[in-house]
């Protein structure tokens, strides 16, 4: 059975570098899927922001892209996402999950983590 969880700080302050951890396990980041991190500001929909590949090549959303960061330590099984010079429009429930094809078709989900950005 496949878990992602995600951990980090749930407040972070206008133009710092928001940065959350999804831990997986069941399954070996190196393997052949795609690891992803969405977003869902409140009252919005989904929000793909990139994935890193299971040979480690990491993609952006065009619309994130000066701005992310994917990365991952495979000896912990874990991969980070880096969301610098954040404001209050970045506040949502950031959700890490693994797409099984690399067409954004997720198959397996973290429960998510409220991240607001606030003074």
């Known amino acids: 059975q496949v878990q992602l969880q995600e951990s980090g700080p749930g407040l972070v302050k206008p133009s710092q570098t928001l940065s959350l951890t999804c831990t997986v396990s069941g399954e070996d980041l190196t393997t052949n899927y795609y690891w992803s991190w969405i977003r869902q500001p409140p009252g919005k929909g989904l929000e793909w922001i990139g994935h890193?590949?299971?040979?480690?090549?990491?993609i952006y959303s065009p619309s994130l892209k000066s701005r992310t960061s994917i990365s991952r330590d495979t000896a912990k099984n874990e991969f980070t996402l880096q969301l610098s010079s954040v404001a209050p429009e970045d506040t949502a429930v950031y959700y890490c999950?693994?797409?099984?094809?690399?067409?954004?078709?997720?198959?397996?989900w973290g429960k998510g983590t409220l991240v607001t950005v606030s003074t």
């Open positions: 999950a693994r797409d099984f094809t690399g067409d954004y078709y997720m198959d397996y």
């Open positions: 890193i590949t299971y040979s480690g090549d990491s």
